[in-house]
Nanobody, 123 residues
Framework: QVQLVESGGGLVQAGGSLRLSCAASGSIFSINVMGWYRQAPGKQRELVATITSGGSTNYADFVKGRFTISRDNAKKMAYLQMNSLKPEDTAVYYC?????????????????WGQGTQVTVSS
């Protein structure tokens, strides 16, 4: 019932910037927390940043001051502006959303993930 699609990944040199986008679609009533996570080869998936429906943000220490998360509630979009990228930022980046959606005559809550977008930072 709900799908998330990320875009904006790619190859960039160290010090460069990328902007990731995540679009939600489906029978969505509301979206609570939106978040970005990443997973590097051989490592566990880790939190990058989250933003609540009210706009409160939370960042992992390793991206503070470099990355900015934002959202557009009307468009059901999440964004991650990544500046001053480092080779250690190389990973697959995943979008995550906590969604309340319509299912027949009911509202249901679900936690959804996108398919991931590759970010590669060269030194």
């Amino acid at each position: 019932q709900v799908q998330l699609v990320e875009s904006g990944g790619g190859l960039v040199q160290a010090g460069g910037s990328l902007r990731l986008s995540c679009a939600a679609s489906g029978s969505i009533f509301s979206i609570n927390v939106m978040g970005w996570y990443r997973q590097a080869p051989g490592k566990q998936r880790e939190l990058v940043a989250t933003i609540t429906s009210g706009g409160s943000t939370n960042y992992a220490d390793f991206v503070k001051g470099r990355f900015t998360i934002s959202r557009d509630n009307a468009k059901k979009m999440a964004y991650l502006q990544m500046n001053s990228l480092k080779p250690e930022d190389t990973a697959v980046y995943y979008c995550n959303m906590g969604v309340i959606y319509y299912s027949g005559s009911y509202y249901r809550r679900g936690d959804y993930w996108g398919q991931g977008t590759q970010v590669t930072v060269s030194s």
